[in-house]
């Protein structure tokens, strides 16, 4: 006899809400952090990640239980393998929000340049990152395939200012060479940002799985224009 | 169901007397066409 799972996955569904919320509340401070230069708001950042794997470790946990418990299968088992992974996609979310708001602690407060944060798009890029985490809670709670699958071309702006970054930091080293330490680390939070992107791409991906049972990882990333 | 889908390699859904979905035993346990045959396998009726 099959033992009805809907309890199981409504609690679990909330759990992984929860973690989201948390994940996007990191990132979002530990940008805050870098844009004013707090190091208290950093230290929050970095006090609470122990809270985001916390909730990891108990969302694989009750993804195993419901496994063993309840075989689980069709959409069932693609909701439960699909919260498996994006529970770790949203894991190493909250450790790069951690590590932006390291950052700011190991920074000095006057080597930092805000003209060069605009003309590095930071805050344009934070902005898109933040909205995609949005967009990826929105659409695996409203099941919206095209919410989802939007994700992936929305990434291509994070990957093209990460990409020019790298440049005009190059440049910007080369005519002020006592912040060479300050812009190496600044380039460790534009990757951080940029694997934010894939990772939540990656969650998108999931969500696709999880409502059509449609693979998309591997598969060439669209092209287009942002809108 | 669970020795349905360890012994076989197609598998037919009923309901009532009419066939509803008839497919690989995989397809139909990893994602069944029919919402009935999907709604019978979680458990949701039956």
Redesign the interface.
Known sequence: ??????SEITSLKKELNEMWSMVYNQMAKASDAVFTMNKDLAQQVIGREKRVNAYELHIDSDVEDIIALY????????FVLAVLKINTNLERLGDFAEGIARFVLRTDNNSVNTELFEELRLHEMVERVLLMLEISKKAFNEENIDDAMSLISKDNLVDEINAQASTILTQYIANHIDETKMCLDLVGVFRKLERSGDHITNIGEEIVFYIE?KVLKHHDKHDETDD | ??QA?RVSDMTAFFYLGAMVEYDYTKKI????SKEET?NY????FG
Do not use: C, S
């Open positions: 006899m099959v033992k009805f799972i809907e075989n689980p299968v069709a959409i069932d088992l693609r049972a | 169901m669970q889908a346990f990893t994602n069944p999907q396998i979680t458990g949701r």
